[in-house]
Structure formats: structure tokens, C-alpha cells
């Protein structure tokens, strides 16, 4: 098996792309360029000129922003196979947050203006971006709420279960590789208190913690832990 055909396989193994008809995957695949990351290097930046469509293959990319004081907002960690960067195919706007690797990654990326011509001349594609938009809103609404009513504990149960599935695109995992000043950062809670709560987990029963990982041993008591 080549890389190509590795990495169609991997996409295949995501919700969004493994539900479009044939001819779109097809397209996609095709008009698609390999790009490889080092760990820290930055895709773009908020208010950069919309370049695509991108899709993790391999490694990981974080997804937040800088203050000008240098304080950090991390909204998002994700992992293969997910697709990203399709809010400025919509609106043709600059990014709205920075994006960089936050391991050796792999990317397939499609250019904005490949998209658009495929757009153009097969419009009744247009339904299935805006699924995957509509999907990361949806999240965003939820999250937004949780953040609003839910204690730390339940948020952070949360947040642990929907990394666990990389937020909807693939069979839940039971090793999450997330540092927890990262799980810290997107909670927007401290670096102690969650600490505090995944120790708390642990000795339940619930989480094994190692170095940069956190095991799920106990998936019926965390879905408890997280009110769902």
C-alpha cells in the first residue's frame, strides 16, 4: 500500500468523509497535496488569507489563539482523520484562529481555489461542507453551554469523552495523548484545579494518568461522571 492509498484509508475511517458519495471522496483525493509539519510549526494564523481545506492524516494540530500579553486560548486538539479550515470557504474571510502542529503531522490540503472551481461545477456539493461546518457548531453551541451551567468536574468529563471520539470523527479511543496544562488551557479552568479533578478520577477508578496520556479504564463511570 502507498502513501496515497494509507492515506485515503485513514480518511475512510472518519464520520464526514466516509458519508460523502464516491465521486466527491474521489475529488477530494485528487485534488489533494501531502504537507508535512514539524512539531510547533505554524499553518496559519488568525486573520491570514483563506488557503483550503486541510485533513490530518498523521500526528496533530492545535487549534487556538494568542493575546497580544502572550496569554494562550486552546479551543481544540485533533487527530486523524479530521478535516478542517472550512469556515473561510464559506465566507471567504481570514482565519479566525491560529493553527500549528503540535507533533510531526501530516496534512492533505486542498486549495481554496481547487475547492471552489470543483464547487462551481458540482454545486449540489456545497450540502456536504456545510454538514461538516454545521457539525463543529453544533459542538461549539455545546460546549459553549457547558461551560455556562456545568461544574469544572462535568466539563472536564466531558471534554475527556469528546477528545476521546476526535469530537465526533471516529470510534472512541481509550488512550488520550493530551498534556493537562493542554486539557487546562481548553476548559479555561487552572492548571491545579484539573490536576485536581483527574486525581480525583483516578483514584475512583476512572482514569489511569501517565506521562502526557490519559487512560479511560472506566468509559460507563465516565459517561456518569459527565451527566450524559
Known sequence: MNDRQRYQARMLQGNWFSSLPGDLQQALLAA????????????????????????????????????????????????PPYWFGEISLFDGQPRTHDVFADSATTLLWISQSKLLALLDQEPRYWRDFALLMSQKLRQTFVHLEDMSLLPAPVRLARRLLSIASNYGEGELKQVISLPQEQLALMLAISRQTTNQILRELETQGILRLNYAEIEIVDLQRLQHAAQL
Open 32 to 79: 489533494a497535496q501531502v504537507q508535512h509539519l514539524d512539531a510547533g510549526q505554524v499553518l496559519f494564523r488568525r486573520g491570514d488569507k483563506p488557503c483550503g481545506l486541510y485533513a490530518v492524516v498523521e500526528g496533530g494540530v492545535r487549534v487556538g489563539a494568542v493575546s497580544s500579553s502572550g496569554k494562550e486560548a486552546l479551543l481544540t486538539r485533533v487527530e
